[in-house]
């Protein structure tokens, strides 16, 4: 049984939220670009070998949101991140930028 394959029983038919940490789109903000990394959002269906099989949601041409159907295969070695999509934040929450950097080690009473 590989590591993943321990992952299975936790989060089969969960929702979830999966950064390959390829960059989708730059938003331009006045002087600044921010670059925003895609995400996937599916249903994990099953773990063969080095693979999630999920069943993503996606949007047609019209707009419309399609919860299930197309069937996607992501090398596991390619993920960055995944989460469990719920009403406790998303991946988005967790990448802080350095800005935020000193605001943490305050929050944690970490000292230079």
Do not use: Q
């Not at 934040?89 to 605001?103: A, P």
Request: glycine share 8%; proline share 1%.
């Amino acid at each position: 049984m590989s590591k993943m394959d321990a992952l299975l029983p936790r989060l089969k038919g969960k929702v979830l939220e999966i950064s390959i940490g390829d960059e989708y789109e730059e938003l331009t903000l006045n002087d600044h670009i921010k670059k925003v990394n895609g995400v996937i959002y599916a249903i994990l269906e099953d773990i063969v070998d080095d693979f999630l099989v999920v069943s993503c949601y996606y949007f047609d041409k019209s707009g419309a949101l399609h919860k299930r159907g197309n069937v996607v295969y992501i090398n596991t070695w390619g993920v960055k991140a995944f989460t469990e999509l719920n009403s406790r934040g998303c991946l988005n929450d967790v990448f802080l930028s350095s800005e935020h950097s000193r605001k943490m080690k305050e929050l944690l009473g970490v000292d230079d």
